[in-house]
T-cell receptor, first 114, second 110 residues
């Protein structure tokens, strides 16, 4: 089974802190993604990566950066956390399958910024 | 990627089949139909996908109409653990953006 793990299920940080969210997948997938999920807004794509050291902005990249130094690991960085970044953060990885491309999600990190 | 329309919520009795509809009238020829579900406080879980033929796996069946403008996800014997939000998505293979709409909140009742 594909496994996508995230470093924390729950995280509480203070405004202005630098925050690192880590994601690791064990299936050698090329593509990895970071989403945030908020009530009434659904899942929104922050950044994605289609290869090591490659990254592309998603729909809401402002206030975030990412790092992919190894194929299995994709990190989301909040340079200076703000209260409006309180959210559920979801990591996913994907690979082509059966003609399509299926994303597999981690359990999520619920981040609260005080 | 084409947009999808799903009912906001549905109920189903435990042990009965749950039939979740999805409209995707603007789907183009190379777009696949995907279904995911999200159980409360967990990440979305892949269920099934298809292009134009009906598909079945150990979790569910996917019925796509001949004109591909709509589809139905069937959970043949719903259990309480199937209570979740179900998302219908269409996307092109190799496309990086997966747009999750509001989905259908399925309540399975004993």
């Amino acid at each position: 089974d594909v496994k996508v793990t995230q470093s924390s299920r729950y995280l509480v940080k203070r405004t202005g802190e630098k925050v690192f969210l880590e994601c690791v997948q064990d299936m050698d997938h090329e593509n990895m993604f970071w989403y945030r999920q908020d009530p009434g807004l659904g899942l929104r794509l922050i950044y994605f990566s289609y290869d090591v050291k490659m990254k592309e902005k998603g729909d809401i990249p402002e206030g975030y950066s990412v790092s992919r130094e190894k194929k299995e690991r994709f990190s989301l960085i909040l340079e200076s956390a703000s209260t409006n970044q309180t959210s559920m953060y979801l990591c996913a990885s994907s690979t082509p399958m059966g003609g399509g491309e299926t994303q597999y999600f981690g359990p999520g990190t619920r981040l609260t910024v005080l | 990627d084409a947009k999808t329309t799903q009912p906001p919520s549905m109920d189903c009795a435990e042990g009965r089949a749950a039939n979740l509809p999805c409209n995707h009238s603007t789907i183009s020829g190379n777009e696949y139909v995907y279904w995911y579900r999200q159980i409360h406080s967990q990440g979305p879980q892949y269920i099934i996908h298809g292009l134009k033929n009906n598909e079945t796996n150990e979790m569910a069946s996917l019925i796509i109409t001949e004109d591909r403008k709509s589809s139905t996800l069937i959970l043949p014997h719903a259990t309480l653990r199937d209570t979740a939000v179900y998302y219908c998505i269409v996307r092109v293979p190799g496309g990086f953006k997966t747009i999750f709409g509001a989905g259908t909140r399925l309540f399975v009742k004993a």
